[in-house]
Structures are given as structure tokens and as C-alpha cells.
């Protein structure tokens, strides 16, 4: 499937890095809508964004945009900061920037930009529908929507503490001029700490660390950045933009429950989309046939139409 390579300019000068995905049928004069495309928590582009996009472009008469995220696999950090650090005020900001990217292409129509998102930046694209007024849908895909209560899902209480203190610690050894302290993003024993403590996490991320340049490890500061954080605060101002969630029924890592009491705050147009399994099962096999033939109907009414 055809796609470019393409890098853009974030607005505090950072290079992020990523792919343009554009139909063969469609001449290069024409402008398409665009759907921009980022992934989840330390995840790269070639972790099934790519199968997404493809399978969009096979679909729509549709253009879309995939990258990785600030200081992860090919894209950029900033100067004198970490790799591997997730912080969400950055991850959101860089969302509208690609936007502003992807309406500087001649080929792309600047006024039918849709955003997609999944998990960690399904809850991003959550955000970013309230407060960019650009983007015409929004395709928020088991999203991560309430820091606090997700973290304390994932945190046992009496891990709690220490937690706490390691947060205190790293934040005086960055002021000290010490290098930032890591995390594992997964563990094979989920009673040891990581950022997932959970089995599907654990099975998903070390298949792709042998076949992708994916590493395990996060800083520390981004897992205390992910429970300040709660993306849908503004989920009711996404509104008039159409919004499809998509909630995996047994998902352990972005809980349901969580993600319908979100949904039932938004308002109209909005579609919810529930998928059997958990939370990676919709990005392969029949789980993803469902799911993505659901999301291109979406975006052929409310994107492409």
C-alpha cells in the first residue's frame, strides 16, 4: 500500500516523524479529508496504525496520517529532555500541530480533518475534539478517560505509598540535575511495578519489542502525569463534532465502566461502539474486521459524505 514518509514541525520545535497514507485510485490534485492518527501509551506507529490507515485508504476515498509520538521511535525529543516521557499537555498539543500539518498539504482538504485515537490517545482525541474546533470527527477507540480512577484501577492501594514517595524522589533528583528515573511499561510478573501491570499488556508490548524498535521503559513522571490526568473533562464539548467511541467489553487496562460513564456525558451526535474481548483484541483478526468496518462507515457518513 502506498504511504510517504513525512516529518513536521511541533510548536516548540520538535520534529516528529511519521507516515502519509493516500489512496492509488485518487488523482494526486485532489484534496481528501485526513484523519490524523496517533497511538497509546509508549506505542509506535508500527504497532497496527499502519493496518488502520490501510485499511481506511483501501475503503474511503480518504488520506491519513500517522506518526509516532514525541520520543518514541522515530520521532524527536526535545533538547535536554528524556526519551520515553509521556507527558499529556505535549501528547494533545502535537495532535493539533499534525492538524495544522496536515492542512498545509495541497492534497489534503483543509476542511475535513478527523482525528483517531486509541487507548492513551483515545483519551487525547477526547481532549483535542473539545478544544481544536478543526476537527470535523472524532474516533476515540478504548480510550483512556479518567487518570485517577484508571491509575488506581491498575495501582494496588498498598503499592500506593511507595509510589508516592518514588514520584517525590525523581522529581528532587531531576531538580538536582540527575537523569530522569525509569519504569518498565510491562512486567512479566504483574506483582513486580510497571506501568501495565496486566497480562495482555505484557503479551501485546513484548511481541512487538522483538520485531519493532520498541523499549520497554517509560520515566517515572509519566505515569504520575497519566493519574493527574482526565481527558474527558470537556467531553461534553466535543459537541457538534460526531464522536464514535469504541469500549471493548472486558477491557482490564482502560475499564468500561469508565469509558461508558465518559460516553453518557457527551452529547448528541455521538455513537457507541461496544466490541467483544479486551482491550488489544480489536487491532488483529476478526476483532479488527469488526471494528475498523464500523469506524470507516462512521467515516463515511460524518468525514467523507
Request: glycine share 2%; aromatic share 8%.
Given at each position: 500500500m502506498p504511504r510517504e514518509t513525512i516529518e513536521f514541525q511541533t510548536a516548540d520545535h520538535v520534529t516528529l516523524r511519521g507516515w502519509f497514507f493516500r489512496p492509488s485510485t485518487e488523482a494526486s490534485e485532489t484534496k481528501l479529508p485526513c484523519l490524523v492518527m496517533s497511538h497509546g501509551f509508549s506505542a509506535l506507529k508500527e504497532m497496527e496504525l499502519d493496518t488502520f490507515a490501510e485499511y481506511f485508504i483501501q475503503n474511503l476515498p480518504i488520506s491519513c496520517l500517522v506518526y509516532d509520538n514525541r520520543g518514541f521511535g522515530d520521532s524527536d525529543t526535545k533538547a535536554g529532555q528524556p526519551r520515553h516521557e509521556i507527558l499529556p499537555s505535549q501528547q494533545t498539543s502535537d495532535i493539533s500541530d499534525a492538524i495544522t500539518y496536515a492542512q498545509s498539504r495541497a492534497d489534503v482538504n483543509p476542511d475535513r480533518i478527523g482525528i483517531w485515537g486509541s487507548s492513551y490517545s483515545g483519551g487525547h482525541v477526547l481532549w483535542v475534539g473539545a478544544v481544536d474546533r478543526r476537527v470535523k470527527v472524532v474516533l476515540s477507540?478504548?480510550?483512556?478517560?479518567?487518570?485517577?480512577?484508571?491509575?488506581?484501577?491498575?495501582?494496588?492501594?498498598?503499592?500506593?505509598?511507595?509510589?508516592?514517595?518514588?514520584?517525590?524522589?525523581?522529581?528532587?533528583?531531576?531538580?538536582?540535575?540527575?537523569?530522569?528515573?525509569?519504569?518498565?511499561v510491562v512486567d512479566e510478573d504483574p506483582l513486580k511495578p510497571s506501568a501495565l501491570p496486566t497480562p495482555d499488556s505484557y503479551q501485546f508490548f513484548t511481541?512487538?519489542?522483538?520485531?519493532?524498535?520498541?523499549?520497554?521503559?517509560?520515566?517515572?513522571?509519566?505515569?504520575?502525569?497519566?493519574?493527574?490526568?482526565?481527558?474527558?473533562?470537556?467531553?461534553?464539548?466535543?459537541?457538534?463534532?460526531?464522536?464514535?467511541?469504541?469500549?471493548?467489553?472486558?477491557?482490564?487496562?482502560?475499564?468500561?465502566?469508565?469509558?461508558?460513564?465518559?460516553f453518557s456525558r457527551a452529547r448528541e451526535p455521538k455513537k457507541l461502539q461496544i466490541t467483544p474481548g479486551g482491550h488489544f483484541d480489536g487491532y488483529t483478526g476478526k476483532g479488527f474486521e469488526r471494528n475498523a468496518s464500523a469506524q470507516a462507515d462512521f467515516l463515511k457518513e460524518h468525514l467523507v459524505g
Open positions: 477507540q478504548v480510550p483512556f478517560a479518567d487518570g485517577w480512577a484508571n491509575m488506581n484501577r491498575l495501582i494496588r492501594p498498598d503499592m500506593m505509598e511507595a509510589v508516592n514517595k518514588t514520584f517525590q524522589e525523581d522529581r528532587l533528583a531531576r531538580a538536582a540535575g540527575k537523569p530522569a528515573a525509569m519504569m518498565k511481541a512487538w519489542e522483538a520485531k519493532s524498535n520498541w523499549k520497554n521503559e517509560i520515566t517515572m513522571k509519566s505515569l504520575e502525569a497519566a493519574r493527574e490526568y482526565f481527558p474527558s473533562a470537556h467531553i461534553h464539548r466535543i459537541a457538534p463534532t460526531p464522536l464514535l467511541m469504541t469500549v471493548a467489553e472486558n477491557d482490564v487496562i482502560t475499564p468500561v465502566d469508565l469509558a461508558l460513564e465518559a
